[in-house]
């Protein structure tokens, strides 16, 4: 139909005896919003499917990127959260997220899953994964809003894996808070 239409607009002598311009359909859908890089800058973006693009968000006044105030607001060990290999949270430490989710006073949140060395890697990041998820479902839960949740697994420690206490230092759910 529509290399018709642009016959008969081009004048090229095709009859147009019982054929009627469709009008054109439109259809599909077009995403967009705001991401945020790890350095905290917020970028324009829109995908409609075939192709997409993104932009830096800038302050029309100084022409300076946007960038927002990050801080870790959370550093949870999850032996507190969690029972021993399992990505389910305990009821006080649910109680205790859904309290900081309330009272933290940032409008987006990211948050990091990390574990210790003593599994294989790919089971570590499957588990800090979990872990991630779980916490920022009760993020959700209480109205907040999660831009990012990430597994790292392992390969981020802030201790050593060779002692117990590093190893349990390494077993933590990180929460940033996005605040203007």
Wanted: charge should be positive; hydrophobic fraction near 40%; charged fraction near 20%.
């Amino acid at each position: 139909m529509a290399v018709t239409g642009l016959v008969l607009a081009l004048g090229l002598g095709v009859a147009s005896e019982g054929l009627a311009q469709a009008k054109p359909e439109v259809s599909g859908r077009i995403d967009w919003g705001v991401w945020v890089d790890p350095d905290g800058c917020m970028h324009w973006w829109a995908d409609g499917g075939l192709e997409g693009y993104m932009v830096e968000r800038v302050n029309p006044k100084t022409g300076k990127p946007v960038c927002l105030k990050l801080n870790t607001c959370l550093v949870e060990n999850t032996d507190t959260l969690f029972a021993t290999d399992s990505h389910k949270l305990t009821a006080s430490g649910r109680s205790r997220l859904e309290h900081f989710f309330r009272s933290s006073g940032a409008f987006a949140y990211a948050i990091y899953g990390h574990t210790d060395s003593r599994a294989s890697d790919e089971y570590n990041m499957a588990l800090s994964q979990r872990r991630a998820a779980s916490v920022a479902a009760v993020a959700r839960s209480v109205g907040a809003v999660v831009d990012r949740e990430i597994g790292f697994g392992e390969r981020r420690p802030i201790a050593t894996n060779s002692t117990a206490a590093g190893m349990q230092k390494n077993r933590r759910v990180e929460v940033v808070c996005y605040r203007w």
